[in-house]
């Protein structure tokens, strides 16, 4: 388990990403794909056309701890490791983008990127996805579009999104409003680990609620121009807090990390939320990390699986709590640079 840190963490946007369905037009969803060798020929189909580009991995041939971590890295998906007998997953070597087999659809490409731009998470799909629908006939209708396991992907099979950090709007109590007006414009809110979801630690996924009646072009176009202003409005919300209530959130930040490197447990919503009110304060410029970015790869860290995996052991959700306590109070002690 590696603590790269070093890099600045970016204030608001955590993530771009663009995710598209595709299916066979001569085979049942995966959830009625019955035939093992007719989903095992969905593998490789897909293997022969991306070639060495990619590396390949069948999730059969992994423990189910190493497919947790997978999942709280944002590689694959909980659908895929239900299909875990038939899925499986192409990765680019930068680990940009991936393309699920036999999950819901029996493929999801996605590729994710650490800034603010959709267009380019587009583009290197779109080269990926070009190359695999010049080779395979995918289930599409002239009128609807492409055809997916769940209605609502129906047209593009298209999600775009971004991964906001918005603890100024969420003091404000300003996010149940906001959530509102974004259904009302067409997008949805999830959280951090996306459908079904809790937006824990200030961080919400801005996408698309539709993919029907609207171009890639377009979907990417709504979520751009509803996200620059909530970047613009958590701003704004910010200098204002800075300039009225500096003491209330350095305070914040001092008991977070005391907690943070004091307890002998700690529950994973609790450590996510005290992580986030160390971010705010450092994305605020009132505290410094030695390594700021260590606290943005504790969000995956703390996790059950990457938890389990540093300790070589197979904890309990009590053991994970003492575990997790005693990693984050190592990890964390004597990096808060006080007094800025």
Known sequence: MEIKGGIMIDPVIISSRIRLARNFHDLPFPNKLSDLEAANSISKGIFAILGDDFEFRRLKHMDGNTCLMLLEEHTISKELIDNKDISGYAISPDGLITVMINEEDHLRLQCIIHEF???????????????????????????????????????????????LFLPALSFNGAMKQLIETLSQNGLVVRGLFGENSACDGYFYQISNKYTLGLTEEEIIDLVTKNVSKIIEMEEKSRKTLKQVNKNVILDMCYRSYGILTNSYMMPLDEAIMHLSKLRFGVVMGLVKFKNPKIIDELYTLVQPA???????????????????????????????????
Request: proline share 1%.
């Open 117 to 163: 731009d959709l267009k380019k998470c587009y583009q290197k799909l779109c080269l990926i996805d070009d190359k695999i629908l010049d080779k395979i006939d995918m289930a599409y209708s002239k009128e609807l579009g492409f055809l997916t396991a769940c209605p609502t992907n129906v047209g593009t099979g298209m999600r775009a999104s971004v991964m």
């Open 306 to 340: 990457h938890l389990m995996d540093y300790y070589s052991l197979d904890l309990n959700l009590l053991e994970q709590s003492i575990f997790r306590a005693k990693f984050l109070s190592e990890t964390l002690e004597n990096k808060l640079i006080k007094g800025v």
